[in-house]
């Protein structure tokens, strides 16, 4: 009896039962799944919640009790202060001074490496001149070759051209980038070889190629590696805090540290204000992420061609 | 007048391999002229040549009677359709068009006149503010034949233009060529693998083979007479049967069998007859063919067999009975070829 249930119960509604059996699993793992995602961002975000709710209580409270979970209230007050109350040892210097400076090691980071690396990717692909490829991996071997390594002789070619303490000493030794060069050399690589020669017909110099038709055709790629180089500048430490002694260069990321550094002595550091600093470092390049996002996914799977 | 001349052009690579070994072609005011030959036979090269994209190694490219080979492409007065059509794809339609003559300085009216005129004249007027990529094959090759036409050039360089299409397209897209250079009346150098295309579009067909001319001639010149037996298998679907034979007095000994040859050639030859071109006599006498298989195609019948060892194949109307077994093969005088078996040549 009960096998012959199961046979016509399998004849009958042979196809929707196995689509139900297949859709159980298939929930179970979508649920799996979200708790997988849910757990990342709880581990991602958490810390950055708590350094900014913890960031609104004043500094005393967060120096007996550690951490704290919810609303201080001390929001306004905090932030307003680590914009615009003038610190450091001269006096002069305020946050959003350093956010200024920021924006300009950031913005010149990423600016002059794509270019001089965009340049340089022409020059070797679409130029045939003697030890090009051998040109290429020197460049390329600079990878091996970071600021740490050759701090001291950077520091000193930096020092005898008098670039101490410039804008233009912050962000000119840093621009000449390998990655962005090997990335541009690819991307120009595929770029199909008859639209340079469409363009030769058409009577396009090598100057007019570049900047009508390789210029737009980059501009994805050029978006996905700004946003890469924008936070890799912003986020510099080491080298400003070598080449900028003068208060008025400070960048934010430096600023954490004056601020928790300043305090040490009889007082409490200024944790709050640490902390709220931290946040304000962190919101332009997440900013800059949010917003390119989409370009910079695109210009990492897909080219327009 | 002649348009383009090229007198023992030579490409040599750095690395030594001669890619163009001295080829030799006249293309006449309003001409259509096709280069067709198997893939490396170096006829993209020459047309690369003829374009300023390839330097010339040795050798003169004439363009209106100016000796052009040290001109950049832009000064050659040239227009090129490049295979994957090579349009600007950041561009509009317009702009693609447009790019060429603005780069030469052309009044910015006169280049939205000559835009309008390709436009209505190659029926892309309504996509001519899109995209590239917003465009199906055949409006894409439009578009790249729009770009060489507003260019006035004093020759087109079409460098394979329909190998990117589908088979249906590419019957209509030939034909369109045909009828735009045709009322254009500009000289044209055309590219192809395709021995149909070559047959259907050229005036006259430059047939190349391993760097060197074959032959030159009109379609019915190269169908009906080919110079070579590279020529002979080359162009023609199916191919030419090539059969080697002996041939002595006037006669032509294939096995067995002999016919009547006039030729006073004597010695061992290579005899070669066009599929469609043997009659199918009942008679007893003709070439013998042991039939194989038989491949039905609609309006006619391929029958392949043998002679000897050697395949043959023979084009028969469908009307006609199916043979069986055995066929015996008779041949019109002026449908047999002969060819030295040892250089190809025609005798």
Request: charged share 20%; proline share 5%.
């Amino acid at each position: 009896m009960a096998v012959t249930e199961i046979d016509s119960s399998a004849e009958t509604s042979g196809t929707t039962k196995a689509a139900s059996a297949d859709n159980r699993p298939r929930r179970k793992t979508k649920i799996f799944d979200h708790v997988v995602l849910w757990l990342g961002v709880l581990l991602m975000m958490g810390p950055i919640i708590v350094a900014f709710t913890t960031s609104t209580f004043d500094h005393v409270t967060i120096h007996r009790e550690g951490m704290q979970f919810g609303w201080g209230g001390e929001f306004v007050e905090t932030y307003k202060n680590v914009l615009y109350q003038e610190g450091g040892f001269t006096g002069e210097v305020t946050g959003l001074l350093m956010t200024q400076n920021s924006l300009i090691l950031g913005l010149g980071f990423a600016i002059g490496k794509i270019v001089v690396s965009m340049l340089a990717a022409y020059a070797i692909v679409y130029f045939r001149f003697p030890l090009a490829t051998f040109s290429f991996w020197v460049i390329f071997t600079t990878l091996l070759l970071p600021l740490e390594v050759r701090i001291l002789p950077s520091y000193e070619v930096v020092q005898q051209l008098g670039m101490l303490n410039t804008y233009s000493g912050l962000i000119i030794p840093l621009i000449a980038s390998a990655t962005g060069t090997f990335f541009f050399r690819q991307f120009f690589k595929s770029v199909p070889n008859e639209l340079m020669e469409a363009a030769r017909i058409d009577g396009a110099g090598p100057v007019q190629f570049f900047w009508d038709i390789l210029v737009p055709l980059s501009k994805t790629m050029m978006a996905a590696i700004f946003i890469i180089m924008f936070v890799v500048g912003w986020n510099q430490y080491l080298w400003p805090t070598l080449m900028t002694t003068e208060e008025g260069y400070f960048t934010l990321v430096r600023g954490i540290r004056n601020i928790m550094q300043q305090m040490i002595g009889a007082d409490i550091p200024e944790y709050n204000e640490a902390l709220a600093m931290a946040m304000l470092a962190m919101l332009p390049p997440a900013l800059v992420i949010i917003i390119f996002q989409r370009m910079f996914i695109k210009g990492l799977v897909e080219q327009e061609k | 007048m002649t348009t383009l001349r090229i007198r023992n052009a030579i490409k040599q690579y750095p690395n030594g391999a001669q890619a163009v070994k001295g080829v030799s072609v006249d293309v006449e005011d309003g001409e259509l002229v096709v280069f067709v030959g198997p893939s490396g036979c170096g006829k993209s090269t020459l047309l690369r040549m003829v374009a300023g994209l390839e330097e010339v190694t040795d050798g003169e490219i004439e363009l209106n009677g100016r000796v052009v080979n040290n001109l950049e492409p832009a000064d050659r007065n040239i227009a090129m359709v490049f295979q994957n059509y090579a349009l600007y794809p950041h561009m509009s339609v317009r702009k693609n068009l447009a790019y060429g003559l603005k780069n030469r300085g052309t009044p910015s009216d006169e280049i939205d006149r000559k835009v309008e005129e390709a436009g209505a004249l190659l029926q892309i007027s309504e996509f001519l503010d899109r995209k590239p990529s917003q465009l199906s094959g055949g409006q894409r090759q439009r578009v790249a034949m729009g770009r060489a036409i507003v260019r006035n050039p004093a020759i087109f360089l079409f460098d394979e233009p329909l190998s990117n299409l589908d088979a249906k397209l590419r019957n209509q897209m030939r034909l369109e060529i045909k009828k735009l250079q045709r009322r254009l009346d500009t000289a044209a150098i055309y590219v192809t693998h395709d021995q149909v295309e070559a047959m259907t579009l050229a005036d006259r067909i430059v047939v190349l083979n391993n760097g060197m001319v074959e032959q030159i001639g009109t379609p019915t010149e190269v169908y009906s007479r080919p110079a070579t037996t590279f020529v002979a298998s080359f162009i023609g679907a199916p191919p030419m049967n090539l059969i080697p034979g002996e041939l002595s007095k006037g006669q032509l000994h294939i096995g067995a069998h002999s016919m009547p040859m006039n030729s006073a050639h004597a010695g061992p030859v290579t005899f070669g007859f066009r599929p469609e071109r043997a009659h199918m006599n009942g008679a007893a006498s003709g070439l013998a063919v042991e039939i194989g298989v038989i491949e039905e195609l609609g309006a006619h019948r391929l029958i392949h067999g043998r002679v000897g060892d050697h395949e043959v194949t023979v084009a028969q109307d469908a009307e006609l009975p199916p043979p069986d077994g055995r066929m015996m093969l008779a041949f019109n005088e002026q449908d047999t070829h002969l060819f030295d078996p040892d250089t190809g040549a025609r005798v």
